[in-house]
């Protein structure tokens, strides 16, 4: 029988990255953090100075890097990058390079082979529409730009990190807007997603929601 992939899709700073590894944890499932590929990806291309919207050269890098993901690092190359990739200029970045369809097609068999025995959870954008279109479970998570800017705020505190508010509201915004407004792949629920706007409500309660359905 098909191994069970449970996806969540949604805008930068809905929580989903948490949720996801509450839910492989919980279940014993593997996970995919796709955004971490593409961040890996857009890492690489920076560092040769490659321009971020040359397709073509961009989508022939790809095949020449070693992305790995080991005890939740990331790794470009055997270099470990998981910092590297964590700014918002490489963020900013990605959803630049993640809007080429060639990059994003020789990503695709990357990304399904985090799909082994038991399970996978699938964090992204585009993984209940076009990574794994048959998951038997899929959630959408959503909440205003305001309240996921306040909790990357949060998090980049507690990392000893600052930042301002006001700059990450439009930092989100544009990645946001460029996300959803791509021809291929745009930001989008599934049809038939679950969706939960999370603005209201705490992590544990996020989580126990989507344990429900699940369960
Ligand atoms: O989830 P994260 O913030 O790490 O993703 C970084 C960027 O990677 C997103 O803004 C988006 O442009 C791109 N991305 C994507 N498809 C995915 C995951 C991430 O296009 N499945």
Redesign the pocket.
């Known amino acids: 029988s098909a191994i069970p992939v449970l996806t969540i899709d949604g805008p ?1 700073g809905a929580g ?2 948490s949720i996801a590894g509450m839910l492989a944890d919980t279940l014993g499932w593997h996970l995919l ?4 590929i ?2 890996v990806a857009a890492l690489a291309a920076l560092r040769r100075g490659i321009d971020l919207q040359d397709e073509v050269a961009i989508s022939a890098l790809i095949p020449q890097l070693v992305i790995e993901f080991k005890q939740g690092d990331a790794w470009l190359n055997g270099e470990c990058v998981s910092s590297d990739i964590r700014n918002e200029a490489c ?1 900013s970045a ?2 630049k390079i ?1 809007a080429l369809p060639k990059v994003r097609s020789e990503l695709l068999a990357l990304q399904r082979s985090f799909c082994k025995a038991p399970g996978l959870i699938a ?5 209940g529409t076009v ?1 794994f279109p048959e998951a038997p479970y899929k959630f959408y998570l959503t909440a205003s730009a305001e309240i996921r800017a306040e909790r990357r705020l949060k998090q980049l505190s507690e990392q000893g990190l600052s930042a301002r508010l006001q700059d990450l509201i439009q930092d989100i915004n544009a ?1 946001d807007e ?2 959803s407004n791509r021809p291929v ?1 745009p930001l989008k629920p599934a049809d038939d997603a679950v969706l939960v706007d999370t603005s209201p409500l705490t992590q544990a309660e996020v989580f126990a929601e989507v344990l429900r359905y699940i369960r």
């Open positions: 930068a989903k990255g953090d796709s955004g971490a593409y961040r963020a990605t959803s993640a964090d992204g954008r585009d993984m990574v990645r460029r996300d792949a």
